[in-house]
């Protein structure tokens, strides 16, 4: 009870607006059809483009005996074995492709990494805390690195962007010179973020958020949206590489996989 009270005040939710999730269940659209299939107990999902994967066999044999893997790649050198994506969407389009196109068929509990997790302090510390703690979405339903309390506001948004390890890993770590040397963003369909996340997401906006979007999801709490809302979401990080519904996507993350009493009262 403790940890959902802590969650709701995370996430709190809010009817005043009827968005994509409950639009979704209103019609029917709860499961998205499709035969379910059993997955494996834990696997692992990494998003490549160009990074060095040296050190997933490490992070592997840190995991269950038997974890799955599965890696995505959007570079010219995929990791053997890799499912070939096209580069677009970044690491948020990877994640929501493997949860609409898996969703029938979702490990009990997936993890979700950056192939750049090596390649800066704040992802090896976000990656560390996520082989720590992952075992917790078993019980608690989903677990995320470098929890940042500082709540998204209604009006964020961005015009340009460069991340830390952008530019083989020359990214500036200072927020402001990344929104000036950074590319050009493809502006989101609906924006400021407070708008995005109405519509999309749905429910009061969230008071804190995955910074380093390294996760550990239990099936059941992927399973409360339907699979079309990935789908939906998917579909707007495929129309290209930088683009700033992939930042609001980060931004909610946390609140996509909170638990029931956080979501759109509509599933109540």
């Known amino acids: 009870m403790a940890a959902a009270l802590l969650v709701y005040s995370l996430f ?11 639009r979704l269940l209103g019609q029917g659209g709860s499961g998205g059809g499709g035969a379910r299939r059993s997955g494996p107990a834990v696997e692992l999902v990494v998003a ?18 038997g974890t799955n893997l599965t890696v995505y790649s959007k570079g010219p050198s995929p990791y053997p074995g890799a499912v070939q994506l096209p580069n677009v969407g970044r690491e948020g389009h990877t994640f929501l492709y493997h949860l609409h196109t898996r969703y ?8 979700f990494v950056m192939g750049s997790a090596g390649q800066s302090k704040e992802k090896r510390r976000a990656l560390r805390e996520l082989v720590l703690g992952w075992r917790r979405a078993r019980s608690r ?18 015009e340009r962007w460069q991340g830390t ?29 407070g708008a995005w996340y109405a519509e999309y997401i749905g429910g009061g906006l969230p008071r ?25 979401l998917l579909e707007q990080l495929s129309v290209g590489e930088n683009l700033e519904a992939g930042h609001y996507l980060e931004r909610s993350w ?8 956080a979501l759109p009262r509509c599933q109540l």
């Open 12 to 22: 709190p939710g809010d009817s005043s607006r009827m968005g994509l999730t409950c």
């Open 48 to 65: 490549q483009y160009s990074s060095n994967l040296s050190w997933v066999p490490g992070l592997l044999a840190a995991l269950d005996e």
């Open 104 to 111: 029938h068929s979702l490990a009990e509990v997936t993890l």
């Open 141 to 158: 339903g989903m677990f995320c690195s470098g929890l940042d309390r500082h709540a998204p506001p209604w009006g964020f948004a961005l």
């Open 165 to 193: 390890t952008d530019s083989g890993g020359a990214g500036s770590h200072d927020a402001q010179e990344r929104q000036r040397a950074g590319p050009q963003l493809q502006h989101a369909e609906l924006r400021p973020f």
């Open 208 to 232: 804190a958020w995955c910074a380093e979007a390294f996760l550990a999801v239990h099936r059941s709490r992927a399973q409360q949206r339907p699979r079309a809302f990935y789908r939906a």
């Open 254 to 261: 946390a609140a996509i996989f909170s638990l029931p009493a």
